[in-house]
């Protein structure tokens, strides 16, 4: 199958072409993958996704000592918030904490309704202001790009001012209703794929991420 990396007129998508992302999103893919399995491959592909999404945050220079000499290194300039949608995102987060430590979790709950494909809102215990300044959205699927619109939505509205999008695997209808909604948020993903069915599923996509995640199909 051929592999899709641009949807026209968008540029803020970047779309992994690493091999070892593309092997890992085949695994993750296919349908004999165990939850087991599949939970790591969601972890591992969210580490390298994260390794392309934070390549250009700030740092500040920071003073050590190494054994022999001083030493002048850095450290991330900005706090970063981790916002795993619920449930699917979950898988993203302990990958993203073992690259961030110090990185915030905020959880937001959402959930498609079957019959519109519109983001059902259930949790969000957002403090009434911002905490940090960079904020990076986990959740594996992009689809209708509904659920990512809404929790951009709520980020910028908690006063958030520079978003990151990291998914696995997107539609190009998901990338065109986020950028067209948020054209400033950039949208990092291991897989572009060919288009939605008729329930909303991403094709060839992997299924239902949060049910090959927790054993629930
Ligand atoms: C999935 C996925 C996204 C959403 C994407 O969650 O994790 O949040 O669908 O679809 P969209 O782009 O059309 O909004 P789902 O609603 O299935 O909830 P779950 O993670 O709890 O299973
Ligand atoms: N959510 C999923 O988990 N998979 C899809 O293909 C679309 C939405």
Not at 116 to 145: E, F, H, W
């Amino acid at each position: 199958m051929t592999d899709f990396t641009t949807v026209s007129g968008v540029d803020q998508l970047h779309v992994s072409t690493h091999p070892l992302v593309r092997e890992k999103v085949t695994r993750l893919r296919d349908e004999t993958t165990p939850p087991k399995i599949f939970r790591e491959l969601i972890a591992e592909i969210a580490t390298l996704l994260l390794y392309e999404a934070t390549a250009d945050l700030p740092t500040d220079e920071r003073e050590i000592r190494t054994p022999l000499a001083p030493y002048t290194g850095a450290r991330l300039k900005d706090k970063v918030g981790l916002i795993p949608v619920l449930r699917a995102g979950i898988g993203m987060v302990e990958a993203a904490l073992e690259l961030m430590p110090e990185a915030q979790v905020w959880h937001i709950g959402l959930f498609r309704d079957e019959r519109t494909l519109r983001p059902i809102s259930y949790y969000n215990k957002l403090p009434s202001s911002a905490t940090v300044q960079v904020c990076l959205v986990l959740d594996p699927m992009l689809a209708t790009g509904g659920s990512a619109t809404e929790t951009v939505d709520i980020l910028k509205k908690w006063g958030a001012k520079r978003i990151k999008y990291v998914g696995i695997i997107a539609a190009p209808e998901g990338v065109r209703a986020l950028s067209s909604a948020h054209p400033d948020v950039p949208i990092h993903v291991a897989a572009l794929d060919e288009r939605l069915n008729e329930k909303g599923y991403i094709v060839p996509g992997l299924g239902d991420a949060g049910d090959r995640q927790f054993g629930t199909g």
